[in-house]
């Protein structure tokens, strides 16, 4: 079955990066684009990007445009948020979705001084 | 930016009929996507490319679209169904960018 396992909770310092990993398995992973989501506490679904992972294409909200960059490695089915120039208000779960169908469990992102 | 606008709550007695609607321009020509999210856990989709329903979710979810609304309809809501849900489509510009909905909480009682 589509499985997609994300890595454990982060606690970064304002200004920051975080990197977030998505691990695929029970499909092809270049066959469905992955798209990346966020959800603030207490908030609604933030939609962040998305990837080709076959040819690596990327689109992002222009809201993160700056800020936000979304890669892959298909040797391990593997996909990857980077968040950049961290705001206390970028705490928040932050979840992959395979194309709109599959989630995965969602990561925790702390922004604390 | 282009903005999905849903009402911010729908109640519902259990065994009536509640319709979540999602008002967007581009849905014309863009399918609309529907997810339940209920309290603490990861969002499911109950339904997909307008009309779609995906295996393993009730009958009783089914999507509908007319011009720029989309609309999610419960028929014969359970209590199980209390839930926040969320509509999420793209745009019609040459690179497509995504978007949710507002979110609609449905209260079943």
């Not at chain 1, 606690?11 to 990993?21: E, F, L, Q, T």
């Not at chain 2, 849903?6 to 259990?14: A, G, I, K, L, T």
């Not at chain 2, 007319?66 to 489509?89: H, K, M, N, P, W």
Request: charged share 20%.
């Amino acid at each position: 079955q589509v499985q997609l396992v994300q890595s454990g909770a982060e606690v970064k310092k304002p200004g920051a990066s975080v990197k977030v990993s998505c691990k695929t398995s029970g499909y092809t992973f270049t066959d469905y684009y992955m798209h990346w989501v966020r959800q603030a506490p207490g908030q609604g679904l933030e939609w962040l990007g998305w990837i080709n992972p076959n040819s690596g294409a990327t689109i992002y909200a222009q809201k993160f445009q700056d800020r936000v960059t979304l890669t892959r490695d298909t040797s391990v089915s593997t996909a990857y948020m980077e968040l950049s120039r961290l705001r206390f208000d970028d705490t928040a779960l932050y979840y992959c979705v395979r194309e709109a169908y599959d989630w995965g469990q969602g990561t925790l992102v702390t922004v604390s001084s | 930016s282009y903005e999905l606008t849903q009402p911010p709550s729908v109640s519902v007695s259990p065994g009536q009929t509640a319709r979540i609607t999602c008002s967007g321009d581009a849905l014309p020509e863009k399918y609309a996507y529907w997810y339940q999210q209920k309290s603490g856990q990861a969002p499911v989709l109950v339904s997909y490319e307008d009309i779609k329903r995906p295996s393993g979710i009730p009958e009783r979810f089914s999507g509908s679209s007319s011009g720029t609304l989309a609309t999610l309809t419960i028929r014969g809501a359970q209590v199980e169904d209390e839930a926040d849900y969320y509509c999420f489509s793209t745009d019609n510009s040459g690179k497509p960018s995504y978007v949710f909905g507002t979110g609609t909480k449905v209260t079943v009682l």
